[in-house]
């Protein structure tokens, strides 16, 4: 059975900085392609970030225009695990994170299929 799961959300202030993670289970994770997506309050689930499977030693990461150069993906997968490092955090990136995989491609826009999903966890940013 495949499993994504979530952690390391929480309560931050504007300006400071988070790390969630997605840890895989069930799954050859190094044959996926590995994404974040976010639900805010009152919107819909958008592309976040996606980083490719590694191939000689290097993954190729693509970001949403609204968290380039803030966010940073990345993936070990001598772990099984995803990350999302989330620097100078924003009110507007309150929302629920969630982890996809696909043996394919992550899409960065809608809709949104990806083989598996994670149940999701909350960032919240307080101005």
């Known amino acids: 059975q495949v499993q994504l799961v979530e952690s390391g959300g929480g309560l931050v202030q504007a300006g400071e ?3 969630v993670s997605c840890a895989a ?3 050859t994770f190094s044959r ?5 997506f976010r639900q805010g ?3 819909e689930r958008e592309f976040v970030a996606a980083i490719s499977r590694i191939t000689w030693s290097s993954s190729r990461t693509y970001y949403a225009d ?3 150069g803030r966010f940073t993906i990345s993936r070990d997968d001598a772990k099984n695990t995803m ?5 100078n955090l924003k009110p507007e990136d309150t929302a629920v994170y969630y982890c996809a995989a696909d043996s394919s491609k992550i899409p960065n826009n809608g809709p949104y ?4 999903w994670g149940q ?7 101005s």
Do not use: A, H, I
């Not at 996926?32 to 974040?36: F, I, L, T």
């Not at 990350?83 to 620097?87: A, E, G, S, T």
């Not at 999701?120 to 307080?126: A, E, L, P, R």
């Open 17 to 19: 900085s988070l790390r």
């Open 25 to 27: 289970s069930g799954l």
């Open 32 to 36: 996926y392609v590995m994404g974040w």
């Open 41 to 43: 309050p009152g919107k």
């Open 66 to 68: 609204s968290v380039k």
């Open 83 to 87: 990350f999302l490092q989330m620097n």
């Open 113 to 116: 299929e990806c083989d598996y």
């Open 120 to 126: 999701g966890t909350q960032v919240t940013v307080s």
